[in-house]
């Protein structure tokens, strides 16, 4: 039997403000342990929350980008339960009213565009971190420099139909957040975080098969593979003519598969009730306005664009709309240099593999899009080659210079001038009488050889074009 | 002149402000009336000797440079011992915070030391701020100054006892269902809840978050209008405080009684009650009418509920508040546990106390999946209905009289056996917490037995200064503090 699986995802994640979002404290990443603490974080006796205006106003960003209701009145519930990363012993979320409702992710598969639905976003702060030592002692220990660092929770309906299309709606996801400047998306140090509901059914079958919550998804690809281990198990479960059980499961990439996390029997009962020491949130629509007014382009909008305006392959618009900062970056190129197709392939090309290899953000290229401009200028005007101007790329990129101080500088100019290249074309003809004499035998491959020749002799800097044509004429005969 | 500590706050506040006595004088006197009494009395946690003296001397020096150091200059304060004072152990009567000290005041603690105010010792209570007669803490049992074999109730017993015993002009306590008001009249003082969100909670150790408030006790309804102006006001720590303007509750004071229109609700006076309390009540309300106020009977339909109602959400609210004592960053915490959840389970059960463990167990009950619906949601519902009970009723009346508690002082270990007994202490206490409003205790007569009868005056929201001048009003007709003192602790 066939089976299709039904997925839905919960990602959270740390929102960009300054400051926790009931307290006062930093929520820089990577300070030392429990130094980013108060006592209301700590959940000493006596302390009572503060909302943080800013932790709002991202969670309203996030809502409107993706099309929620937000709602006018809200609520913040205390979720209870025990565990060392939880100071107060209860975490402050919210529950049946929450900020933002509805809203959808259009995402772009092989086929078309489909759109998955939400079903509600929001705040909540996140727990501490336990750092389980290995040992005689065998201790754990507690950091809550995390405790209270602004959450929100994004929660999908189970529209998602694959692994590869809970993929996508994650990059979306992610690439939405960072356009909004309100997460840095960062999966490794946990500011993005996903766990899955999956179930399968048989195909074209309505009724929802029995679901299953797999934890601890710490990248796209873990996810996307525990989502494929956990859907062929349960079908085999299926197959098998067993009934999948609701439960929690864990990832572990090193086996690839999931495991057992707690039963539906040990799961928690979370006792919700609203946090009597905050008001409800009230958010005006004015201030819903401003915030609207306020929003970027997002990322599908301006791959849109950047095809229509620049008339760049779609697969390039894609790429380069990643981030907001790439596109930033390749629109100033484009717009430099005049030449949106030449840019494309520098950024797409070069810059983005000089990044990769140096693990860096195209905030910190050290190669300004001008600077790009003026190197793919020196191109168009036959002033250096191609594959010369990869040279001097690297070397813009290792001395932040601009590209023509530095052909002027190491001699580069390009060759065009015919006579003087005539000259060297005569010179590698005489020293080569063998592959001269294939070539005129009918072995025309030969040309790629005297190419090389030639270049070689100019040390890089002859006109390839007119080389060739030069090049041509003389072989043949003369 | 009398003995400095028989004084009321007002009092001393006059005579250390016109320098015919120094804050220095009126420490050491509170101090040395501790000593004689306190062994007998059993109201303190700790007393702050050394700290106080400097804070005195530091009024006295202030006074000298010609500044005013503030409404409460040299006036000692009692601090219930669930309210953060940083660098002095905070109990609050458990077992469970044994040795724990804050990091920070309370917001009430930074205005009472701005204001002036001498800072004197931590106060006895029951744990958590959980019981009705200070038999629940887990240090010391607190003696009602009017008869040693009683209790001084509860849960601010050691405040209460404090201020009756003449230790302390003033005290703070905390009421979530009754317990400023119940010790107050228990001990022959006043004693008032103020409307949630008067004034700040934050550093108060939280029992039921929606219904605790801090509030004063002291010699005299003019005391608790001083101390009340101190601590009153939107506080940024607070985001359930008021933006409420604070009036001038001093001022206000000797507004009267006369045009006043005054509510009795019949169903505060139910069967069970203690003839004495409801004679003591009608005769005060002979004397309104005779003072000029319209006084008439009123009902407050839902009564019956309020109980019930406020042993839900107050448990439940605890059984959250109280998860933070797990014995992971402070407080005790259980030896010899082989993993976590022993580790949770011993130093909880450990911990804490008999009452506080039923407390958060009922409160888990109460919001289990499952049982949500039949009994928080439920309370919530008729917690509304409470409400409306009262804003019905104050668009009829301005204020409205009750007996405080349907009881004089018991005696220790009368109710410890059957916590329903203790719970009926609150009974008419612990609606106006459900409801938010304000509400004072005023002694108002002695019983045959020689121990004080409380009466109590609750307001609408915001309502304390005409709630306060209503009582002064009252005070000053009855005359109880002039004519009776708790005579057990004479030499």
Not at chain 1, 32 to 45: A, E, H, I, K, R
Not at chain 2, 412 to 432: N, R, V
Request: charged letters at 25%; aromatic letters at 8%.
């Amino acid at each position: 039997m066939e089976f299709e699986p039904v997925i839905g995802l919960e990602v959270h994640a740390q929102l960009l403000t300054q400051s926790k979002i009931f307290c006062g404290c930093t929520t820089r990443f990577g300070n030392p342990p429990n130094t980013n603490t108060c006592p209301v974080c700590l959940g000493m006796p006596g302390v009572l929350p503060v909302l943080n205006r800013k932790a709002v106003e991202y969670a309203i960003k996030v809502g409107l980008a993706v099309g929620c209701e937000i709602r006018g009145r809200s609520l913040f519930a205390r979720k209870n339960y025990f565990y060392p990363d939880l100071p107060k012993g209860y975490q402050i979320s919210m529950y049946d009213q929450p900020l933002c409702v509805g809203g959808g992710i259009t995402i772009e598969t092989r086929k078309d565009r489909k759109r998955i639905g939400l079903t509600r976003i929001h705040l909540e702060e996140d727990a501490g971190k336990l750092i389980h030592q290995e040992g005689a002692d065998d201790r754990t220990l507690v950091d809550l420099n995390r405790a209270g660092v602004p959450l929100i929770e994004i929660v999908s309906e189970p529209d998602i139909a694959s692994p590869s299309e809970a993929h996508t709606y994650l990059t979306m996801l992610r690439s939405i957040l960072l356009y909004l400047g309100v997460c840095d998306g960062n999966m490794e140090e946990g500011s993005l975080r996903c766990d899955a509901n999956v179930s399968v059914r048989p195909a074209g079958e309505k009724q929802f098969g029995t679901k299953v919550e797999l934890k601890n998804l710490n990248s796209f690809r873990f996810i996307q593979k525990a989502l494929e281990y956990e859907i062929n198990r349960q079908a085999e479960v299926l197959q098998g003519g067993g009934k999948v059980v609701q439960e929690s499961r864990l990832y572990d990439p090193d086996s690839d598969t999931t495991d057992l996390m707690r039963g539906k029997e040990e799961a928690h009962d979370y006792r919700y009730f609203p946090e009597p020491d905050l008001l409800p949130l009230i958010v005006d629509q004015k201030w819903i306005e401003e915030i609207r007014a306020g929003l970027p382009e997002l990322p599908l909008e301006r791959r849109d664009r950047l095809v229509a305006q620049y008339g760049i392959p779609a697969y390039d618009a894609d790429v380069l709309t990643t981030t907001r900062e790439l596109a930033d970056y390749y629109e100033a190129a484009a717009k430099a240099s005049g030449n949106p197709k030449g840019a494309s392939n520098w950024v797409m090309g070069e810059v983005l593999r000089k990044l990769k290899e140096e693990k860096a953000e195209i905030t910190a290229c050290p190669v300004s899009p001008d600077r790009l401009a003026g190197l793919m200028g020196l191109i168009e005007a036959g002033t250096i080659s191609g594959s010369l101007a990869k040279e001097v790329f690297e070397e813009m990129w290792a001395t932040r210079h601009a590209a023509p101080d530095i052909v002027k500088a190491r001699g580069l100019t390009q060759i065009s001038d015919e006579p003087e290249l005539l000259a060297i074309i005569d010179q590698v003809m005489a020293a080569n009488p063998g592959p001269l004499a294939q070539y005129r035998a009918g072995k025309s491959a030969t040309l790629g050889f005297f190419m090389g020749q030639v270049m070689k002799a100019t040390q890089g800097k002859g006109n390839p074009t007119v080389i060739q044509k030069l090049l041509g004429e003389k072989l043949k005969g003369s | 002149m009398r003995e400095l500590f028989r004084l009321t706050g007002s009092e001393q506040l006059s005579l250390i402000r016109s320098r015919e006595i120094s804050a220095e004088e009126a420490t050491r006197a509170c101090l040395a009336r501790m000593e004689a009494v306190e062994p007998r009395v059993l109201a303190f946690r700790c007393v702050l000797r050394d700290a106080a003296l400097s804070d005195a001397r530091a009024i006295d020096a202030a006074f000298s440079r010609g500044e005013d150091p503030g409404p409460l200059a040299g006036l000692p304060i009692a601090i219930k011992d669930v309210i953060c004072l940083a660098g002095h152990p905070t109990t609050c009567g458990s077992r469970t915070l044994g040795g724990f000290i804050p990091a920070f005041d309370a917001t009430v603690i930074e205005r009472l030391r701005n204001a002036g105010a001498v800072l004197f010792g931590k106060t006895n209570m029951d744990e958590f701020a959980m019981g009705s007669s200070t038999e629940n803490s887990a240090y010391e049992k607190t003696r009602n100054p009017w008869d040693l074999g009683r209790v001084p109730g509860g849960s601010s017993g050691g405040s209460a006892a404090a201020v009756a015993a003449d230790m302390v002009p003033l005290a703070l306590g905390s009421d979530t269902g009754g317990s400023i008001r119940q010790p107050a009249a228990f001990c022959g003082v006043p004693g008032l809840k103020t409307t949630y969100g008067r004034v700040s909670r934050f550093g108060l150790v939280a029992f039921a978050s929606s219904l605790d408030q801090i509030g004063p006790f002291g010699k005299s309804v003019e005391d608790i209008a001083r101390s009340l102006a101190v601590i009153a006001g939107q506080d940024p720590h607070d985001s359930t405080s008021a933006s409420v303007p604070v009036p001038d509750y001093v001022e206000e004071l000797s507004r009267g009684l006369a045009p006043l229109r005054i509510g009795v609700p019949r169903e505060y006076f139910p069967r069970g009650l203690d003839s004495q309390v409801g004679d003591a009540v009608r005769f005060v309300l002979d004397r309104a009418r005779a003072l000029g106020a319209r006084v008439e009977e009123i009902s407050l339909p839902h009564t019956d509920y309020a109980i019930p109602t406020y042993y839900i959400l107050a448990t439940a609210e605890a059984s959250s508040n109280l998860a933070r004592y797990d014995g992971v960053r402070y407080g005790f915490r259980a030896a010899g546990a082989k993993d976590l959840a022993e580790m949770y389970r011993r130093s909880r059960s450990a911990g804490f106390g008999k009452e506080v463990r039923r407390r958060i167990m009922l409160g888990t009950y109460v919001l289990s999946s499952g049982y949500y619906d039949a009994y928080y949601l439920k309370a919530q519902k008729v917690r509304t209905l409470l409400r409306n009970d009262f804003v019905e009723a104050f668009q009829q009346v301005d204020l409205i009289i009750t007996p405080t508690t349907p009881s004089v002082a018991f005696r220790f270990g009368e109710k410890t056996e059957d916590p329903l007994q203790m719970y009926l202490s609150d009974i008419f206490t612990a609606t106006i917490n459900l409801v938010g409003i304000p509400a004072l205790s005023l002694p108002c007569a002695l019983s045959r037995e020689g121990l004080p009868i409380g009466l109590q005056v609750v307001g609408p929201p915001f309502g304390e200064a005409r709630l306060l001048s209503a009582a002064a009003a009252l005070e000053s007709d009855l005359n109880f503090r002039a004519r009776h003192r708790p005579k057990a602790l004479d030499p």
